[in-house]
């Protein structure tokens, strides 16, 4: 990945217009075409208006708090790219911003080079969700051909689990889908169509977040391995944190995708908790085991 992407379109919101001007001016010279907001209000006038790769906000403003901010983009665009700014740091409003779904996280002031760093990586997520969310369109539209071209990729347990990282398992799955369709993974009652954003519970549809989805197929990347919560914050969110933190971060997402997917059959259970180590993806679709909760 480049270092930079120029020409990504860039909202950043912030109370204080020098800040506003600072952070601007910053990202404009590597390229990026930035608008800029007062408050939460104004930059949810703009997101009515025009689509932004990355939105760089502010946690503390008066009205529509940043995190208020990150709660309403989450309910009219579930992968919408937010990083979170703060002068007041604190783990707690770090873990927060982290579960409501936000990219990342800086600490004002913050370095120039940190700070296009953190939105290359934003901008790197939002084209790579582009490059999904067109090849969904593109399997819709083949839907009758893809429904009868189902070839499903049984795991083989003498080989080695996958693929070392989430993209190049996506990238792979979708340079199959832009071929021949229908390259899917099945593991036991679960169907997953990497390309597509959707699972199947013994052929029944189910729904999931963006993360969600991603955590579920990084695990199926690494069936029957035992994941750290460290790991899937880093390749599922691109955060560097640590296992205490790592783990608050993900508790609830587990947790939400072990409700779903028990709601198409109770009687699956296919993410395994291991206790002080991490998560793993059963081949088997664990009848007749109840793992600890989250």
């Known amino acids: 990945m480049n270092a930079f992407t120029p020409g990504a379109n860039v909202l950043v919101v912030d109370d204080e217009g020098a800040i506003r001007y600072s952070i601007s001016r910053t990202l404009q010279r590597v390229g990026y075409q930035v608008s800029q907001a007062a408050d939460g209000e104004q930059a949810l006038a703009s997101l009515r208006h025009r689509n932004y790769d990355v939105v760089l906000t502010d946690i503390r403003m008066p009205g529509l708090s940043g995190t208020e901010l990150l709660r309403s983009i989450r309910q009219h665009a579930s992968d919408a790219i937010v990083i979170m700014m703060t002068g007041y740091a604190s783990l707690e409003t770090a873990i927060e911003a982290l579960q409501l779904g936000a990219s990342d996280y800086l600490v004002k002031p913050c370095s120039s080079e940190e700070l296009r760093a953190s939105v290359a990586r934003g901008v790197e997520r939002a084209a790579t969700r582009q490059r999904r969310q067109g090849l969904l369109d593109a399997l819709r539209s ?71 989805f991603d955590l579920l197929l990084y695990l199926a990347a690494h069936r029957d391995r035992v994941v750290s919560c460290k790991e899937l914050v880093r390749e599922v969110r691109g955060n560097q944190l640590d296992e205490s933190t790592a783990r ?39 009848q007749g085991y109840t793992p600890p909760a989250p």
Do not use: W
């Open 142 to 212: 083949n839907l009758d051909e893809l429904i009868h071209a189902n070839v499903n990729l049984a795991p083989d347990p003498q080989q080695d689990p996958g693929p070392d990282d989430l993209e190049e398992f996506v990238a792979d799955s979708e340079a199959s889908a832009s071929g021949p369709p229908g390259r899917n993974l099945k593991l036991g009652p679960l169907t997953i169509y990497p390309g597509r954003y959707q699972i199947e519970i013994r052929d029944r549809p189910v729904d999931l977040t963006p993360t969600e």
């Open 248 to 286: 608050d971060v993900i508790r609830p997402h587990i947790s939400n995708l072990r409700r779903k997917l028990k709601q198409q059959d109770p009687g699956v259970q296919l993410i395994d908790n291991v206790r002080g180590v991490g998560y793993r993806l059963s081949n088997s679709g664990g």
